[in-house]
């Protein structure tokens, strides 16, 4: 056997017996892996199933569809119903009037986004990276920020929510085309309303939401879905907190028509332009494997088990937050209105978030340091770490756990902290050794859903 298999399976060891707080991590299905490792990878799809979008999310109508599709490959038969049956789940899932599933990553579904709406030069009002917003949200290091112009509003340091007066300000101000609320590092729940009203006041503006962080919340009833609230756009990955194969999707509400005719460029026509941009506009052949991985995965969030799921997540991140709050921790925000949470190790204990990830990651804890709004330490070792609950809830942890994984954070960084202070690196080698074999034991007792 090829030493990559050798890898997977040390990998595999590596997930079981440590816990996944990056709160952008989750562990899939035995369903949702099969899919991906299917021979559907072997086929091309270049194109879309259907002319003028699905007009029902009936799964037994749409297997016994005998509708033409828009594909540049023959041999459709069996890719045409995985695709739309994705479609319609994720339609369902998220009252969207249309889905697109081919993006292959968040980042890919945020560009095919831009350049469906955007003209070179136009603006973007998104949030501040710094802040709580992503890489792909104008970023100079993109290359969606060498062809668009980025502003950026941010949060207010106190409340650690979103500075609405700033964003209002800046809307009237430089009359953006799209305006964007999305986030990796921010720990509250947006007032899509307020964001909603300020954009209808700009002419042309599309209202974009960046979902990837708390799709599966939204999918799961506990979080607002932005397009109840007059977005156009809500962009998402599939990996995150709704439990899928890594992938990106959009979902849109307004008409859906032919993907090969160029629509007017309006706001009721963005869904067809969307599937334009996404295929041939940013990618070529869909991947039919993870599009199936993808249907698996919305299937398994319709069902009523994944409300829990999505309710104990917060649940868990609440608990986690306090729990760590009266350790010492200062959680940013104070504490969490969603999944994640934002720690300022540096106002905490004089420490920086990278030693902080580092000496956590010995003991099988997995996060990551993390800036902090207004950091003042440099973007490598900011001030911060950020963590999260949806890959330890999938393994079934409750509040006895936070409890425990709060107290083993708390003796890691007093280990951090003594060592800062001058202890030999040696000293607490054993301790940590000790640490490493709780976390481990722990784990075990909680089996991945692909181990089930
Ligand atoms: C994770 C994330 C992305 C990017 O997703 P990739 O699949 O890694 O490209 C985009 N936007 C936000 C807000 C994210 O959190």
């Known amino acids: ?100 599933v081919q993006p292959h990553s968040g980042a890919q579904a945020n560009n095919a986004v831009y350049n469906a709406w955007l003209e070179p030069g136009d603006t973007v009002l998104g949030m501040n990276l710094g802040h709580g917003g992503h890489l792909t949200h104008g970023s100079p290091v993109t290359q969606s920020a060498k062809i668009y112009n980025f502003i950026n509003y941010g949060t207010v340091a106190e409340t650690g929510d979103i500075d609405y007066d700033e964003l209002e300000r800046l809307a009237h101000e430089k009359q953006p085309k799209i305006i964007l609320v999305g986030y990796s590092a921010f720990m509250k729940v947006p007032d899509f309303e307020r964001v909603a009203k300020i954009g209808r006041e700009i002419p042309g503006c599309l209202l974009m939401a960046d979902m990837a962080h708390v799709a599966g919340l939204i999918a799961g009833g506990v979080h607002p879905n932005p397009l109840d609230f007059g977005f ?145 330490l440099p973007p490598f070792k900011p001030s911060g770490i950020r963590l999260g609950t949806p890959a330890i809830t999938t393994r079934g942890m409750g509040e006895a756990e936070m409890l425990r994984i709060a107290d083993w954070m708390k003796q890691v960084v007093d280990i951090c902290v003594r060592r800062r202070d001058g202890e030999d690196i040696e000293i607490a080698k054993p301790e940590l050794a000790r640490l490493r074999e709780e976390v481990r034991e722990m784990a075990l007792q909680f089996p991945l859903p692909s181990d089930k």
């Open 1 to 100: 056997m090829d030493v990559i298999f050798d890898i997977i399976a040390t990998e595999e060891k590596r997930q079981r017996e440590g816990l996944e707080l990056i709160p952008s991590e989750n562990y899939v299905s035995r369903d949702v892996l099969a899919a991906m490792g299917s021979v559907l990878t072997n086929k091309y799809s270049e194109g879309y199933p259907d002319f003028d979008g699905l007009t029902t999310d009936d799964e037994a109508t749409i297997l016994a569809s005998k509708k033409p599709d828009r594909r540049y490959y023959g041999g459709q038969q069996n890719t045409d119903k995985v695709e739309r049956l994705a479609i319609a789940r994720a339609c369902k899932l998220f009252r969207a009037d249309h889905a697109n």
């Open 232 to 376: 156009h756009v809500m962009t998402t990955t599939t990996h995150k907190t709704l439990r899928g194969p890594r992938g990106g999707l959009i979902l849109t509400r307004g008409v859906v028509g032919n993907p090969l005719k160029r629509p007017e460029h309006t706001l009721e026509n963005i869904p067809t332009l969307i599937d334009r941009s996404v295929f041939p506009g940013t990618q070529g052949g869909p991947l039919m494997h993870v599009i199936a991985a993808k249907a698996v995965a919305f299937g398994e969030a319709l069902a009523p088990e994944f409300q829990t799921y999505a309710a104990k997540i917060v649940e868990n991140a609440k608990t986690l937050a306090a729990a760590l709050m009266e350790r010492g921790f200062y959680c940013i925000g104070g504490g969490t209105e969603n999944h994640l949470m934002l720690v300022d190790v540096y106002k905490s204990f004089g420490l920086d978030g990278k030693v902080v990830e580092r000496t956590l990651d010995e003991i099988g804890l997995t996060l990551n340091a993390n800036a902090i709004p207004n950091d003042t």
